[in-house]
């Protein structure tokens, strides 16, 4: 009987147990107990940087995702990928055509300001967005509603061959480096545009090619007033061995990417597979075996740039080998509990805003890949943290050309006058 009366306090044990485990893995899932924290910063102290952290001080202060669900960077990343951004709005553009030397076509979508720009002068956004994505991905669409806001015009590149509805014209979809498009996106708005100023902004693989580009050629740097990089890995070479790993789930972010990549390429199989294509039938089998990005990396996209291999196609196409070469001041934002983008690659950002004066490296402890969402305790603000930096660091950069002092202006060096100016 003693037997008998100790039972239902050994169920209740159980069910203690069971409840505990539960919270327990829920407080570890959801990382409950991380901190709150600005983000890490690295920078070097110049008038340039004082400036630029007094007039941005979103860069200084806490950021404090949905607390709930907002320390996971799985759910951030989740969230970001499925639903995209709470009511996103619907801005109006105009879709432009660009002919290719190559017989490509390169589309961009041209959006106009909606207000004047608080220095009243003119501003545009050349924006490169992330792997397979264009200007009506939810994220985009947000960011370009607040940026017209803030009266900057907007251009945004739709990746070859991301628009479902729009027909390749020649046989090459876009890939993880060519900069060739987003320099014909650029040509034509300084040529439509003459007194305009760029704010060069890329997202995730849209990062690697604007820093590409900017570093490829100085050139590509005139009328460049700053640039501005989200979440991107800087070294495919480097991100590729962790690409295989499972920690963070890395191999399954893997799976899914390479599958959304498969699709793309097979909705225009008729156009990369045709008589025209360096691509044969046994390249269309292994891409339909193929599991992650570096098979269909190795079987495909390196071939429409010539490449001899999958190493050679890593280094060439990545901005680590031309981002040193970017003068132009340069924000490079990435989050620790980002699934995508290993610790290991974050060596590159924070060494290089170590050398360069005009790199600051913005790290953050949560907001996972392009979340980066705000919110009270369950449901995110339609505008994230990651909107509102970009913009908050450009409207710093436009107010800081407008009244930067004279020594600046001329390109001299004489860092006492500047710091004097700057200093009042």
């Known amino acids: 009987s003693s037997v008998l009366l100790e039972m239902p306090a050994m169920f209740d044990g159980m069910k203690l147990a069971a409840v505990a485990a539960v919270l327990y893995i829920i407080v570890r899932c959801l990382n409950l107990k991380s901190p709150t924290a600005p983000p890490k910063l690295v920078y070097q102290d110049t008038a340039l940087n004082r400036f630029l952290l007094k007039s941005c001080p979103i860069l200084t202060k806490e950021y404090i995702p949905p607390l709930l669900w907002g320390k996971s960077g799985h759910l ?83 990746h070859l061959g991301a628009l479902p509805n729009i027909e390749l014209t020649s046989p090459r979809v876009f890939t993880y480096g060519c900069t060739w498009e987003f320099a014909a996106m650029v040509g034509y708005i300084k040529k439509a545009f003459p007194q305009t100023r760029l704010i060069v902004v890329g997202f995730s693989l849209g990062g690697n090619i604007v820093c590409k580009y900017l570093g490829e050629n100085r050139a590509n740097q005139e009328r460049v007033l700053c640039c501005v990089s989200v979440c991107q890995g800087y070294s495919a070479l480097r991100a590729q061995e962790t690409f295989l790993q499972w920690d963070q789930c890395r191999r399954f972010y893997n799976f899914l990417m390479a599958d959304n990549m498969k699709k793309i390429i097979l909705s225009h199989r008729a156009s990369l597979f045709g008589n025209t294509s360096v691509m044969l039938d046994a390249d269309l089998s292994r891409l339909y075996t193929a599991t992650s990005l570096m098979q269909i990396d190795d079987s495909i996209m390196r071939k429409f740039h010539g490449y001899s291999s999958l190493k050679e196609y890593y280094e060439k196409e990545s901005c680590v080998h031309y981002i040193h070469n970017v003068n132009v001041p340069l924000l490079l934002v990435n989050s620790a509990d980002d699934p995508l983008v290993h610790q290991s690659l974050l060596t590159i950002p924070s060494t290089l805003a170590e050398k360069k004066e005009n790199v600051t490296f913005a790290l953050t402890l949560h907001g996972g890949h392009l979340g980066f969402f705000e919110g009270a305790v369950l449901f995110p603000q339609p505008l994230t943290w990651m909107d509102k930096v970009i913009v908050g660091y450009a409207n710093a950069m436009c107010q800081w050309e407008k009244q930067k002092p004279p020594c600046q202006a001329s390109g001299q060096q004489n860092a006492g006058q500047c710091q004097e100016a700057t200093s009042q």
């Not at 709005?89 to 207000?115: I, S, V």
């Not at 490169?128 to 991905?137: A, L, V, W, Y």
Request: hydrophobic letters at 30%.
């Open 76 to 158: 951030q990343t989740a969230l970001y990928g499925k639903l995209g951004r709470v009511s996103s709005p619907h801005p109006n553009g105009l879709r432009m055509y660009l002919p290719m030397p190559d017989g490509a076509t390169a589309t961009f979508d041209l959006f106009e300001p909606l207000a004047d720009h608080q220095t009243g002068e003119d501003f545009t956004m050349v924006i490169c967005p992330g792997i397979g994505n264009h200007s009506e991905k939810h994220y985009i669409r947000t960011f370009v509603d607040y940026s017209q806001k803030q009266g900057y015009r907007c251009a945004v590149l739709n």
